[in-house]
């Protein structure tokens, strides 16, 4: 389903941290939202996710607004890995799998085989389906996020909202993590939206790339294209290098050294 | 692989479907057993001659009317009373530990007993006659301290956790009213009525019972209801939200039923101390952290109370109150609660 954005605002009190934003997320594409720390764009992913009610604008899944609809009705249609999700004490990974099928259920529909079929299919998409009956709180990190993955595919959404997804994880994890998403984007026509931090993994797995400062975007469109020296300039205030990788040409960014200039950040506090 | 989720047992008939949580089901049923042979074991104990074997036989039809009578009428009402009050805390503090995911936020720790206990006092207020005080004005009290928590910490919060910090502070305050009120009656009925307000179960009999009863008919289906909504609250606000479970909107329900559920459970046996803590808390150490255990607990409360209210009676002729045997054995277990939670896998509970 296609997700689309329109003159979103959003505000925290009077500050307004989200200002004029419009783009359109297309099913089995990964858009990837990158900038500076305070630059809003986790506050527009909070937005897409009926999380933060915005001053302005609208956010459709298939036309249908998300902010008219019932939370339980858009639970069937968006999904979202916070940053840092909260695990249940004591929680094995089947029961966290098994708890994204909540807005399925019903009082008497509590495990249906649909559900069952689900969460099997998420199990075994994430491959984490050896560890059903391991405790999350004891896995590792990579494998402690393929299993939060697991519950949002079990949870069986057309739009699926991703915040940092890979913010914790070493460079392996990321690569695993990241691969991932692109096979969920891929395989069910899934419209992938995630906050990312690192541009040259958003660049190398994104369909597109949304660019956002002070609470605007300043460049969309395919990594190849938008990703150049001036645009990292002009987000972060660093002077960088945009080189093809030797592999498979996707870009990859390489600051120099003493190019900061602390200056850019307008709005720095809070994330 | 089997059946998922691993621990439950899917009940399907056409379209429809119930998890049977496979454990909680054990132990549930396990505490029932227990339950009935504490409560007959209470039966057993008092002042008199119907004690012992001849009260169990008088209970079950034997001996003569007269046994029959004093079990009946004095004993079993007691008995279902202080059942009924320890499931009723149970179940409250089950519903508040987990709306702020904390487990010392309980209702006798954020000033709803206390509100309960003020309501009761009222009604005893300018009496004469060494009387309890009506149990409705136990819900009445609890729910008045409730809204003013609510309303000082300006809303639920975003983890309950400013509610929680409030409810200390005010529970203070209202125990204080509760001292002052008993320090203006006349001394006779200010030692009949303290004796409730540390938590006493002695001549609560159906008159109170039952409409009490009446009252978790009600409530306890309400919980029950809620109980996959406040497995879903476990998870932090964000992932509940987006799975459409509205934090606030559910909290604020179950506080509502948590409130309903000490006050009555105060009007009853009044403020009973560490039952609402430690019976989520046991609970949740028997049937497995797997799901909030909503019917373990409070079958655990109950456990809990007929088993204190028994030991106050077994010993001598002047009765524990029972919240005195509560108390003295709650306050290891809260330190027990306490010490563990930091070491080894203690990251869940009390942040």
């Known amino acids: 389903m296609k997700l689309t954005v329109e003159g979103l605002r959003a505000a925290y009190g009077k500050r307004e941290v989200v200002s004029e934003v419009d783009f359109v997320a297309a099913p089995g594409t990964v ?36 902010w008219a609809r019932s939370p339980r009705r858009v639970a069937r249609d968006l999904a979202l890995l916070p940053q840092s999700p909260v695990a249940p004490e004591a929680i094995t990974v089947a029961g966290l799998v098994s708890h994204g099928r909540h807005p399925h259920q019903g009082l008497f529909r509590q495990w249906s ?47 699926v909202l991703l915040d940092e997804p890979t913010s914790a994880l070493d460079l392996g994890h990321q690569v695993e993590v990241l691969s991932l998403i692109r096979k969920i984007a891929g395989k069910r026509n899934r419209t992938v939206l995630m906050v990312v931090h690192d541009l040259a993994a958003a660049a190398r797995y994104a369909d597109r790339l949304i660019a956002m400062r002070d609470g605007r975007v300043v ?53 | 692989m089997s059946t998922l989720p691993p621990d439950s047992l899917a009940l399907r008939l056409g379209g429809r479907s119930v998890l049977l949580p496979k454990r909680a089901t054990v132990v549930a049923l ?35 009317s007269f046994a029959r009578r004093t079990v009946f009428d004095f004993r079993l009402p007691r008995v279902i009373a202080g059942a009924v009050a320890g499931a009723a805390l149970g179940l409250a503090g089950c519903l508040t530990q987990t709306l702020a995911r904390n487990r010392l936020a309980t209702p006798d720790l954020v000033g709803v007993n206390d509100g309960a206990t003020v309501g009761v006092l009222i009604t005893v207020l300018g009496s004469t006659t060494a009387s309890i005080g009506a149990w409705w004005a136990g819900p009445l009290g609890a729910i008045a301290a409730a809204v003013l928590v609510v309303a000082i910490a300006g809303g639920m919060g975003t983890a309950g956790y400013r509610v929680l910090v409030v409810g200390l502070a005010l529970s203070v305050t209202i125990e204080a009213f509760t001292e002052l009120i008993l320090a203006r009656q006349q001394v006779d009925v200010a030692r009949g009525v303290w004796g409730w307000t540390i938590g006493n179960l002695n001549s609560r009999g159906y008159d109170v019972a ?54 009555l459970a105060v009007g009853i046996g009044g403020p009973v101390a560490f039952v609402a803590m430690a019976a989520p808390i046991v609970a949740s150490r028997l049937a497995g ?10 079958l655990t409360g109950a456990l809990l109370v007929v088993c204190a209210d028994t030991l106050g009676r077994a010993f001598g002729p002047v009765e524990v109150p029972v919240g005195v045997l509560a108390s003295l054995l709650g306050g290891p277990f809260l330190l027990w609660v306490l010490l563990s939670e930091r070491s080894a896998d203690g990251n869940g509970g009390a942040r």
């Open chain 1, 31 to 66: 858009t990837a939202i990158v900038g500076p720390n305070g630059c809003g764009k986790s506050t527009l992913l909070r937005c897409v996710a009926r999380l933060h009610k915005p001053s302005g604008g609208r956010v459709t899944v298939d036309g249908a607004d998300v």
């Open chain 1, 113 to 159: 085989r649909q559900d069952e079929a689900a969460a099997r299919e998420a199990l075994a998409a994430t491959g984490v389906a050896e560890l059903a009956g391991r405790r999350v709180d004891r896995l590792s990190g990579g494998q402690r996020q393929r299993c939060w993955l697991a519950m949002i595919l079990a949870q069986d959404t057309p739009v």
């Open chain 1, 219 to 271: 460049a969309e469109g395919a990594p190849a294209e938008v990703l150049t020296s001036g645009l990292v300039k002009s987000l972060y205030g660093v002077e960088a290098d945009i080189l093809a990788a030797p592999g498979d040409g996707a870009p990859v960014v390489v600051a120099r050294a003493d190019s900061a200039s602390p200056t850019s950040s307008l709005c720095d506090k809070g994330a």
């Open chain 2, 30 to 64: 396990s505490i029932v057993v227990l339950l009935a042979l504490a409560v007959v074991a209470s039966i057993a104990v008092g002042n008199g001659r119907t004690v012992g074997w001849r009260a169990v036989e008088a209970f079950f039809g034997g001996q003569n």
């Open chain 2, 210 to 263: 039952l409409p009490v009863l009446a009252g978790l008919a009600v409530l306890v289906p309400l919980a029950l209801l809620a109980s996959r909504k406040l497995n879903m609250l476990r998870f932090g606000d964000d992932t509940a939200a987006t799975l459409g479970v509205v934090p606030g909107r559910w909290r604020l329900y179950a506080l509502a039923v948590a409130v309903g559920l000490a006050g």
């Open chain 2, 289 to 298: 952290a797997a799901r909030v255990p909503v019917v373990t607990a409070a």
